[in-house]
């Protein structure tokens, strides 16, 4: 899968009396059909899908998203929902001239706090910066933190099961909800906004919506859970020769730390040279460069001296000859700063040109092996490509990103992601992992998952989807 562009179709065109219909819903402002308006929310920012669409709704009610599901099922229009836009797989992007766009940003209250209860009830809508410091605002925290964090919305997130920077110590969206609120296929709205940590009341069926990725049902809000704000916090960006070493500074961390280690990233000397050149105000902590580095922070609610902790678990460290050098962050800007280092990444490794992408995962004990056989045998596909790997590898999620080789054109380099997926895929397959950590299936994968997932459990997928949209209107050909 490399670039994706939408073709005209050649259904018959959906009717100019039922787009009126459907934007009579929300009002002419939030009905765009202006095709130069629309062009933001066709495209993702790496420029990989182009899409096209009839109509962009902007809902701002939970009533509205009803009253547009009720009229498409009807009707049988496919509707894509889409939140902040910044999903990797192409799971938010319209590719059909007929298709709508339910595009949420406009739900975006949050409807409520319960600081004693630890949760805050959130429209789907609310980009997750904001959630954030809402939380923090109540002395609270909302641990899910990713780079597109400023513009990917809580109902993004949730339909991705989104995973990002904290997830070793809190885990992935899903673990962070304690209930929702959906619009189904036919327009119906499932209240179950519960704030219960118990509730053995049957099926889960919250837990079927996230990661659905826009296929069953459109999330309007959802009871997010909250924890207590950090109060100390100690974050180092550390230099080592090698991902074994990394493997072995993060079991050391967590022997010593426990759950107090909440980000343990990797990336490569190369990625980090891309970030330091490009990113304004950014300089290197370490006094000389290394072949990986790892950003390591420890939190705790309490009032701990966890420098001290940090500085302890770094000096074993060299004692044992995991890691070469490490600076622990002296104030909030400078650890501001190292976290940038890392999530500038995604950003500035553009500067290579074409980048053929992975989000991968392995048990955490298989990353320096799988990590060897993955390099080399790509290197071998194509001599001269520039291996890029990086990520959460404290949750075994590494970024497996290769950049092309200098001299090639981004359009050649792309041509062959292919050629890459089967190498890496029959691999990571040996290793036991997942062709998606956490971006999702989108219409990236969705060819490949059929032949990775266990032909029982695609049979339940495929039998699940029916029940809950028998028409195919919510995302047509994603993920299944
Ligand atoms: C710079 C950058 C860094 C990133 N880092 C991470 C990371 O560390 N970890 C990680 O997991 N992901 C990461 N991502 C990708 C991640 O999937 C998204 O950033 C985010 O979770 C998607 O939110 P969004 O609002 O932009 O959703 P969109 O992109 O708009 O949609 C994503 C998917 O969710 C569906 N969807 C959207 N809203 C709803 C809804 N209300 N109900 C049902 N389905 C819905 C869409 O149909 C689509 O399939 C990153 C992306 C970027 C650009």
Same mark, same amino acid.
């Not at 980009?127 to 993004?156: D, M, W, Y």
């Not at 997130?157 to 673990?175: C, E, H, I, K, S």
């Not at 209240?191 to 296929?215: A, I, M, P, Q």
């Given at each position: 899968m490399a670039i994706v562009k939408a073709v005209p179709s050649s259904a018959t065109k959906i009717g100019g009396d039922l787009l009126d219909r459907f934007s009579a819903i929300v009002g002419a402002?939030?009905?765009?059909?202006?095709?130069?308006?629309?062009?933001?929310? =066709?495209?993702?920012?790496?420029?990989?899908?182009?899409?096209?669409?009839? =109509?962009?709704?902007?809902?701002?009610?939970?009533?509205?998203?009803?009253?547009? +599901?009720?009229? $498409?099922?009807?009707t049988g229009t496919a509707i894509v929902p889409q939140g902040g836009n910044t999903g990797l797989v192409g799971g938010q992007i319209s590719f059909d001239e007929n298709a709508i766009v339910l595009n949420t940003t406009r739900l975006n209250k949050i409807r409520e706090t319960d600081a004693a209860a630890n949760t805050m009830t959130?429209?789907?809508?609310?980009?997750?910066?904001?959630?954030?410091?809402?939380?923090?605002?109540?002395?609270?925290?909302?641990?899910?933190?990713?780079?597109?964090?400023?513009? @990917?919305?809580?109902?993004?997130?949730?339909?991705?099961?989104?995973?990002? +920077?904290?997830?070793?110590?809190? %885990? #992935?969206?899903?673990?962070l909800i304690l209930g929702l609120e959906v619009v189904l296929a036919d327009?119906?709205?499932?209240?179950?906004?519960?704030?219960?940590?118990?509730?053995?009341?049957?099926? &889960?069926?919250?837990?079927?919506?996230?990661?659905?990725?826009?296929?069953?049902?459109?999330?309007?809000?959802?009871?997010?859970? =909250?924890?207590?704000?950090?109060?100390?916090?100690?974050?180092?960006?550390?230099?080592?020769?090698?991902?074994?070493?990394?493997?072995?500074?993060?079991?050391?961390?967590? $022997?010593?730390? %426990?759950? !107090?280690?909440?980000?343990?990233?990797?990336?490569?000397?190369?990625? +980090?040279? @891309?970030? =330091?050149?490009?990113?304004?105000?950014?300089?290197?902590?370490?006094?000389?460069?290394h072949d990986w580095y790892v950003l390591i922070e420890l939190t705790s609610p309490m009032d701990s001296n966890l420098r001290v902790l940090l500085e302890e678990i770094l000096g074993e460290a060299v004692d044992k000859r995991f890691i070469d050098d490490a600076v622990i962050a002296e104030s909030e800007a400078q650890r501001i700063a190292f976290r940038k280092l890392r999530s500038g990444l995604s950003e500035y490794q553009k500067v290579l040109g074409g980048s053929i992408k992975q989000d991968l995962s392995v048990p955490v004990s298989a990353i320096p092996a799988f990590l060897d056989e993955g390099i080399a045998a790509v290197k071998k596909l194509i001599p001269g490509v520039r291996p890029m790997p990086f990520g959460h590898m404290g949750d075994g999620n590494i970024h497996f990103n290769f950049s092309q080789p200098e001299g090639w054109t981004?359009?050649?380099?792309? !041509?062959?992601?292919?050629?890459?997926?089967? #190498?890496?895929?029959?691999?990571? *397959?040996?290793?036991?992992?997942?062709?998606?950590?956490?971006?999702?299936? %989108?219409?990236?994968?969705?060819?490949?998952? *059929?032949?990775?997932? &266990?032909? #029982?459990?695609?049979?339940? +997928?495929r039998a699940i989807k029916k029940v809950l949209d028998p028409n195919g209107i919510l995302n047509p050909g994603k993920v299944l």
């Open positions: 402002k939030y009905a765009i059909r202006d095709p130069k308006q629309q062009a933001p929310y =066709l495209r993702e920012e790496r420029d990989l899908y182009f899409g096209q669409t009839a =109509l962009i709704l902007k809902p701002g009610s939970v009533a509205e998203v009803s009253a547009i +599901m009720k009229l $498409a099922n009807e959130c429209e789907s809508g609310v980009v997750l910066a904001r959630a954030q410091e809402a939380a923090a605002k109540h002395n609270r925290l909302f641990p899910l933190s990713l780079g597109a964090e400023g513009s @990917c919305t809580i109902g993004g997130n949730l339909g991705t099961n989104a995973g990002g +920077m904290q997830a070793l110590a809190y %885990g #992935v969206a899903r673990d327009g119906r709205v499932w209240n179950g906004l519960r704030k219960l940590k118990k509730d053995n009341t049957g099926y &889960d069926l919250r837990h079927l919506f996230v990661g659905s990725e826009g296929t069953l049902g459109i999330i309007t809000a959802a009871v997010l859970k =909250l924890f207590p704000a950090p109060r100390s916090a100690a974050t180092s960006v550390v230099g080592l020769k090698s991902p074994q070493a990394a493997l072995d500074l993060l079991n050391l961390s967590q $022997a010593r730390a %426990g759950s !107090a280690v909440t980000t343990f990233e990797i990336m490569p000397k190369i990625g +980090m040279e @891309c970030v =330091l050149a490009n990113q304004s105000g950014a300089r290197d902590p370490l006094a000389a460069r981004r359009e050649q380099f792309l !041509a062959r992601w292919g050629d890459v997926d089967k #190498v890496l895929h029959e691999i990571l *397959a040996r290793f036991g992992g997942s062709i998606s950590a956490e971006h999702g299936i %989108g219409i990236q994968k969705r060819d490949k998952l *059929a032949s990775v997932k &266990d032909p #029982v459990e695609y049979e339940m +997928m």
